[in-house]
């Protein structure tokens, strides 16, 4: 039994991958990226764990960005950014509210 191990051997399987994976990439191209793709609520809210709703409900009371078609809402990848952006931010804590009894009292004593 001879064994094929020689460079000539090497060469040509070498050049029968490369030809197969030519053919791989001709059969199967991968569809670009693209930057400007539009995503739903729906995607959105499962790319950042958030209810659809809630989303909707963001987009309309301008707290996120978003585009408006009709009554759909979309988010482009920079929207999905910014949105990720805006909740990473500091929360202010709520003002102490004040009652107006407590305030005249404290002024009847200065």
Known sequence: ?????????FDGVAAAIRELAEAVRVAAPEPPADP????????????????????????????????RFGKHYRFTRGDVAEIVRLSAAPVTPPRRRVSVADVAQDFRAA
């Not at 039994?1 to 051997?9: A, D, L, N, R, Y």
């Not at 400007?36 to 009371?61: F, M």
């Open 1 to 9: 039994m001879k064994s094929e191990t020689g460079p000539e051997h």
């Open 36 to 67: 400007d793709t539009l995503l739903t609520a729906e995607q959105v809210g499962k790319l950042l764990q958030l209810s659809p709703r809630t989303l909707k409900d963001q987009a309309a009371a301008g707290a996120v960005p978003h585009h």
